[in-house]
């Protein structure tokens, strides 16, 4: 359950007037009214005759994230390097039709309704037995075969900021009730890229939201990230089976291949690994404060990421399906492990797993989270 405490949070934001709630009906997901679409939402392509936009959100120190309506996708992220060379570092295409295409691995994309894997897209909630679209073996990933990431949502900026507004109807993919999801993106001045979603719903439903942006701190999408440094703030993680479904252990990384709590190479211990990085660590954390989830350093660049969330999992996906075929920014291949991506989440298959952080939001409560990713010089 989401927010046991609800009553405080309600009474807050009724005297903040951020949000009205509505303990009925799925509800109004926040009152961010202020934002207007400004029109500077450039058309890029359309789809089913509606206009897919990107809209570019700046900092003062000159990084600049251009994101669409479509999947709210995060396009680009320019970052300076140690000289102050701002490059982009996050995979992604040149052409929107390339973002279309079911080929593309989610690039950049916001996930849901339930992000990373259901076992055989099937669980059982209140007695009932519900069938979600499997699209990975048998399984069901990232909300099925039209997950959060290739729909319009609704978009309107102000200053550094874009929310997105996606309503998200009753029997969805298989999700039961109507959810009303809000994400908002803020390009800070400290050089964060700040994401925070809300959800409500009329109905029971498992809800994991989660952006999947490839990172590549290089601003080279020909170099491996293997030789960037990462730090995971986790002393356990999720063991999977071969379709990546978590076996229900949860296992200490301490003396194994998936021991980041001392930064090392992501390529130091990949070959014990099979078929490389793609688990869900779990993070050392009580409740859900805002906490270091993750550091990233790329060395030749000195570009620095820091990863903070209210999650208490993070899938640390090393590209591993990346295999050359698909054309890159630039025209260029992405070659395995080209992007690794952070995933802030619930733990997969959560919802068949009781013993795992409940991911179950009811009506009358509020899914929210924060995500941040801070850049800074090493
Ligand atoms: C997630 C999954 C991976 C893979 C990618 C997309 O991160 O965990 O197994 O499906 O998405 O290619």
């Not at 809209?55 to 990084?63: C, Q, T």
């Not at 479904?245 to 130091?268: S, V, W």
């Not at 209210?310 to 899938?315: A, I, K, L, N």
């Not at 630039?330 to 795992?356: I, M, T, W």
Request: hydrophobic share 30%; with cysteine.
């Amino acid at each position: 359950m989401y927010l046991k405490n609800f009553c405080l949070p309600f009474f807050l934001s009724i005297t903040l007037g951020f949000f009205s709630c509505n303990s009925e009906d799925s509800g109004t997901v926040s009152e961010n009214e202020e934002f207007i679409d400004e029109g500077e939402g450039k058309v890029v392509g359309l789809l089913d005759n509606v206009e897919i936009k990107e809209y570019v959100l700046k900092n003062k120190n000159g990084m600049e994230a251009v994101i669409l309506n479509y999947g709210g996708i995060v396009k680009s992220l320019l970052v300076p390097d140690k000289n102050g060379n701002l490059q982009d570092v996050v995979l992604g295409f040149d052409s929107i039709g390339q973002y279309l295409r079911t080929e593309n691995p989610y690039m950049g994309a916001i996930i849901g309704r339930y992000a990373n894997r259901i076992s055989r897209g099937v669980f059982v909630m209140d007695g009932r037995s519900y069938t979600l679209e499997s699209n990975d073996n048998e399984n069901s990933l990232h909300g099925g075969i039209k997950g959060f990431d290739k729909v319009v949502w609704n978009a309107a900026k102000k200053g550094n900021s874009l929310r997105l507004r996606y309503v998200s109807i009753d029997g969805e993919g298989g999700y039961p009730g109507n959810l009303n999801v809000e994400v908002m993106y803020e390009l800070t001045d400290d050089n964060e890229l700040k994401i925070t979603y809300a959800a409500t719903t009329d109905k029971p439903t498992p809800v994991n939201l989660t952006n999947h942006s490839y990172f590549n701190l290089s601003g080279d999408y020909s170099e491996s990230v293997l030789n960037h440094i990462l730090h995971l703030n986790a002393d356990k993680y999720t063991p999977v089976d071969e379709t990546l479904i978590p076996t229900g252990e949860i296992a200490r990384t301490g003396g194994t291949p998936f021991d980041f709590t001392t930064p090392k190479a992501i390529g130091e211990d990949i070959q014990q690994v099979p078929g490389g990085y793609d688990h869900n660590f779990v993070l050392n954390k009580l409740g859900d404060s805002l906490t270091l989830a993750a550091t990233l350093y790329h060395e030749g660049s000195g570009r620095f990421m820091e990863m903070f969330t209210t999650e208490p999992g993070v899938q640390f996906y090393s590209g591993n399906f990346l295999d050359g075929s698909l054309t890159g920014k630039g025209g260029k291949p992405y070659q395995k492990h080209a992007g690794l991506c952070l995933e802030a989440q619930h733990f997969p298959d959560s919802p068949n797993r009781p013993e795992f952080p409940d991911t179950i939001l009811q009506p009358g409560e509020k899914y929210s989270q924060t995500t941040v990713y801070k850049f800074s010089i090493k």
